[in-house]
């Protein structure tokens, strides 16, 4: 009895504390109220709309509306039969290695060189120099590599003028890898070394008087203190790298490739991007327009580089004890 | 011995310092084709190309196109429009976000904490997005610029952080005085946190400043278009650049597409270069913030 009651008291006490908090306090979930509104609307309705990649997506009808597609796995059996998916599939793919291969070394290759020039000035000019592409925008960067290897641009006739004949490379299948690389490269090399150049930057320089009183020259410094101490971020940033093999930079492509390269070019998210909203999804402009399609292969796309990041941290957790969970 | 060894600049030295300068000549060269080829002649390009200084010193191309029918400016006024409001929205929703979560009577911070995370590894794809944003009817509103992206979860947390590193007894000191959270959060927090601010500031608006994706979606009204867009048109699409200016008037002028392209090219981001240079500590630490979470 006496249990009972004091049990009611301080349930009472309880809720007259939460109406004291909330008298005092509304004003904080106002605050949150336009966050949460659109994260709500422009995170959570998308992620809710990856049911069209199930149904028979009708624009007059919306998500909430359209017929399920019969069977419900339809669009993903088309997709497997779809002439097209081996080359999206082995583009996205190539694409993404070959990137991997040679951007993810470039700035710790960078960053190594950086850390070998005592030049205060120099380093701070060179190093200010490697950043600027980073903040100049796809457009003008694609512009710019355009205008390079134009027909009437400095590449070709400089090449003509050794007496090597090219052509626009912005037109040639075989070269759209590594232009979409090097292009990379440019803009990001000298913005992803800062990374490694911190972590560079907190090595313990005790270490480096020990290896030069035990007689290591520059290189053995570098590889037998610098890229072990490196390490660690090196391997976070290659979880990150490696689960992004999937995800290419499909907006960068769009501005880049044009029918006669897409033999090499074509990826899944440009594909998706054809398919779903501009309508030209074969070779030249069909005019087929396959939502509910288009939808099932970018969800194809998301699952694959989820698992990816999920394995290459397992693998990472494993063999070298970092991982980012 | 061994630190006069160290000193001494060797072969070794030499090579790094060259493959240094050869790089910053790699970075630096195509802005600078750019700038030579847009100050030359129309005639001297087709003569011989120039590589290393303008031929025909001219600024034609410049005049030409800040006096024709394309009116640059007016794509200009858009992108700033864009990236000085998107980024103020931006920041502002952001730290109300934020502030909640260092309020030690703020119910419901595991649920918003997860509600958010969630969002940085799961996403709707391209395609939910674009028809959502279609349905909103946001296409061809200058909404579609400034709302959609104004709340990430990354950088709510990174301001959290940053919150929470404020002493609290600056703002138990304010509570007394009966200042409200709002007053709390604009005249405690929001000074203190000034390179906070200062750093997503400049990240916003260069983010703005460059995006051409979303304005390329959902914007096909002449007067709304950003400065991407007109680039975009006129610089990698093969017919846009005579969409936009006369071609027989630039033949009368002596002046060939590359001038056109190549002076868009130096307008476009001359006011990025100018400030990049006392901007670049923050630009800097931009990346190290980021990767403070990671």
Known sequence: MVNLQTRGLSRNTKRHRLNTNLQRNWPLYTMVLPGFVLILIFSYIPMYGIVMAFQNFKPGLGFFHSPWAQPWYGHFARMFRDVYFNRIMQNTLLLGVYSLLWSFPAPILLALMFNEIKHKGYKRVSQTISYMPYFLSTVIVIGIMKLLFATEGPIISVASDLGIEMENLFMEPKAFRSLYIGSAIWTGVGYNSIIYLAAISGINPELYEAAIIDGGNRLQQVWYITIPSIMPTVIILLIFAVSGIVGNDYQKILLMYNPATYKTADVIGTYVYRMGISGDAGTGGTGILNQSYAAAVGLFQSVFSFVLLVLTNQFARRVGETSLW | ?294
């Open chain 2, 1 to 294: 011995m061994a630190r006069g060894k160290r000193n001494r600049f060797n072969i070794w030295d030499v090579l790094i310092y060259g493959v240094i300068g050869m790089l910053s000549v790699f970075f630096l060269y195509p802005i600078w084709y750019c700038l030579i080829t847009s100050l030359s002649s129309g005639k001297a390009l087709l003569r011989s190309l120039p590589l290393l200084w303008p031929r025909d010193f001219t600024f034609e191309a410049y005049r030409y196109i800040f006096t024709s029918e394309a009116n640059i400016f007016a794509y200009y006024r858009n992108t700033i429009f864009y990236a000085v409001v998107g980024t103020a929205i931006s920041l502002t929703l952001t730290s109300m976000m934020a502030y909640p979560f260092i309020v030690k009577d703020f119910i419901g911070k595991v649920f918003l904490n997860v509600y958010m995370v969630i969002t940085m590894f799961f996403g709707g794809g391209l395609l939910p997005y674009f028809i959502l944003v279609s349905e909103l009817g946001l296409r061809n509103t200058i909404w579609v610029m400034l709302i959609p992206g104004a709340v990430g979860a990354y950088t709510v947390i990174i301001f959290r952080t940053f919150f929470n590193s404020v002493p609290a007894s600056l703002r138990e000191a304010a509570y007394i005085d009966g200042a409200g959270h709002y007053r709390v959060l604009a005249q405690i927090l929001v000074p203190v946190s000034k390179p906070l601010f200062a750093t997503f500031a400049l990240f916003g608006m260069v983010g703005k400043w460059n995006e051409w994706f979303t304005p390329f979606l959902f914007i096909t009204r002449e007067e709304l278009k950003p400065i991407q867009v007109f680039l975009r048109e006129s610089l990698v699409t093969i017919n846009g650049l005579a969409d936009q200016f006369s071609v027989g008037k630039m033949a009368q002028l002596d002046i060939l597409p590359q001038n056109i392209r190549t002076a868009i090219v130096i307008i476009t981001i001359a006011p990025i270069l100018c400030v990049y240079p006392f901007l670049q500590k923050y630009f800097a630490s931009g990346i190290m913030i980021g990767s403070i979470k990671a």
